[in-house]
């Protein structure tokens, strides 16, 4: 018999891979019709999808609400450029730039998890404003233009050979890397550790009664959070070809955020969902209007007003329910008889 945790995280799976599939045919139908616009706009969809499961492990399980996500994700995506001019190799620059963010996570959160609440929220957020005027006002990383002229690289994998360059290729790519976060975020929720995680938002002051360190726990989401936002962030360069400050600026984090409530917080797939929504409606309605932050504002406004558990939170209990059901049918196993 599963518990409660067990059974929410199964619908977050159902949901993940719902939206795996939907990624399949939208990238057949794609494929298939030589749209290369909306490939593109699907993986950068991905990529900021990877960002806001960044921050839904802190805020949807941890409780720890961060306003400067977009440190580690500029990070990630500035060192991987940096490398990629110097040497045009994915694999050493997805891994300067997860080491990059692993030093840089382990340096943030021993600032930002010395305080709580709405301070750790202001602390995140400066933290990345310092970075991002850094980075704005050094000419050696091309001060308020970025980086340009990233060029298009080879990906070996394996028996294979992807390039940076082929629109379905790379969005098929970019659909692995997030798959394989989600796992690994999915898996750790669910191991004791996760529990822990999960225990901090619910009641942070009981945790220690039960021989747990709270700040190890918090420390150890922060670092995780950090590490994938920074290896999300590593593939913007090899998509758009440039990397900017904006990247580290406060709205790339707000951005995050919102696709983080759209879509629901406390589900990891919710915010990859949010994520996919919002990209493609800000790219749709731009199209008609170059007001279309009003509209996305709305959107939010609403969301937080009539869905405040998100969309994936909304339907999420309807799966739950079927899953109970589906596991309350199992046949339990008959107790061992001894034989005397």
Same mark, same amino acid.
């Given at each position: 018999?599963?518990?409660?945790?067990?059974?929410?995280?199964?619908?977050?799976?159902?949901?993940?891979?719902?939206?795996?599939?939907?990624?399949?045919?939208?990238?057949?139908?794609?494929?298939?019709?030589?749209?290369?616009?909306? /490939?593109?706009?699907?993986?950068? &969809?991905?990529? *900021? !999808?990877?960002?806001?499961?960044? +921050?839904? @492990?802190? #805020?949807?399980?941890?409780?720890?609400?961060?306003?400067?996500?977009?440190?580690?994700?500029?990070?990630?995506?500035?060192?991987?450029?940096?490398?990629?001019?110097?040497?045009?190799?994915?694999?050493?620059?997805?891994?300067?730039?997860?080491?990059?963010?692993?030093?840089?996570?382990?340096?943030?959160?021993?600032?930002?998890?010395?305080?709580?609440?709405?301070?750790?929220?202001?602390?995140?957020?400066?933290?990345?404003?310092?970075?991002?005027?850094?980075?704005?006002?050094?000419?050696?990383?091309?001060?308020?233009?970025?980086?340009?002229?990233?060029?298009?690289?080879?990906?070996?994998?394996?028996?294979?050979?992807?390039?940076?360059?082929?629109?379905?290729?790379?969005?098929?790519?970019?659909?692995?890397?997030?798959? /394989?976060?989600?796992?690994?975020? &999915?898996?750790? *929720? !669910?191991?004791?550790?996760?529990? +822990?995680? @999960?225990? #901090?938002?619910?009641?942070?002051?009981?945790?220690?009664?039960?021989?747990?360190?709270?700040?190890?726990?918090?420390?150890?989401?922060?670092?995780?959070?950090?590490?994938?936002?920074?290896?999300?962030?590593?593939?913007?360069?090899?998509?758009?070809?440039?990397?900017?400050?904006?990247?580290?600026?406060?709205?790339?984090?707000?951005?995050?955020?919102?696709?983080?409530?759209?879509?629901?917080?406390?589900t990891l797939a919710?915010?990859i969902w949010g994520?996919?929504?919002?990209?493609?409606?800000?790219?749709?309605?731009?199209?008609?209007?170059?007001?279309?932050?009003?509209?996305?504002?709305?959107?939010?406004?609403?969301?937080?007003?009539?869905?405040?558990?998100?969309?994936?939170?909304?339907?999420?209990?309807?799966?739950?329910?079927?899953?109970?059901?589906?596991?309350?049918?199992?046949?339990?196993?008959?107790?061992?008889?001894?034989?005397?």
């Amino acid at each position: 018999m599963h518990d409660r945790l067990d059974i929410s995280m199964r619908a977050n799976h159902v949901f993940f891979w719902i939206l795996v599939i939907v990624a399949l045919v939208f990238a057949a139908f794609a494929s298939f019709s030589g749209d290369v616009f909306y /490939l593109r706009l699907a993986t950068e &969809a991905l990529i *900021l !999808g990877g960002l806001a499961l960044s +921050i839904d @492990i802190l #805020l949807g399980f941890t409780g720890l609400l961060s306003l400067g996500q977009a440190l580690y994700f500029g990070i990630g995506a500035y060192v991987s450029a940096l490398v990629l001019r110097e040497e045009p190799s994915f694999w050493l620059a997805m891994g300067a730039a997860g080491v990059s963010v692993l030093l840089a996570g382990i340096a943030g959160g021993l600032i930002a998890n010395r305080v709580r609440g709405v301070y750790f929220a202001l602390i995140t957020f400066g933290m990345a404003q310092v970075v991002a005027k850094v980075v704005y006002n050094s000419q050696e990383l091309g001060a308020s233009d970025g980086l340009i002229g990233i060029p298009v690289i080879e990906i070996p994998l394996g028996l294979i050979t992807l390039s940076a360059g082929d629109p379905l290729g790379f969005f098929l790519l970019t659909l692995v890397i997030i798959a /394989l976060l989600y796992s690994v975020s &999915a898996y750790l *929720l !669910g191991t004791p550790f996760g529990r +822990i995680i @999960i225990a #901090l938002k619910a009641n942070e002051k009981r945790v220690p009664y039960l021989g747990y360190s709270t700040w190890a726990a918090r420390m150890a989401a922060y670092v995780l959070a950090a590490v994938i936002a920074g290896l999300v962030g590593a593939l913007y360069p090899m998509l758009r070809g440039f990397v900017s400050p904006e990247l580290l600026f406060f709205a790339t984090s707000g951005d995050a955020l919102i696709m983080v409530i759209v879509g629901g917080a406390g589900t990891l797939a919710g915010a990859i969902w949010g994520a996919v929504i919002l990209t493609m409606l800000k790219s749709v309605i731009g199209s008609w209007t170059e007001h279309h932050l009003i509209v996305i504002g709305l959107i939010f406004m609403s969301a937080i007003l009539f869905m405040p558990k998100g969309i994936v939170g909304i339907l999420k209990p309807f799966v739950e329910r079927n899953l109970l059901r589906n596991s309350a049918r199992q046949p339990k196993p008959e107790p061992e008889r001894t034989v005397l």
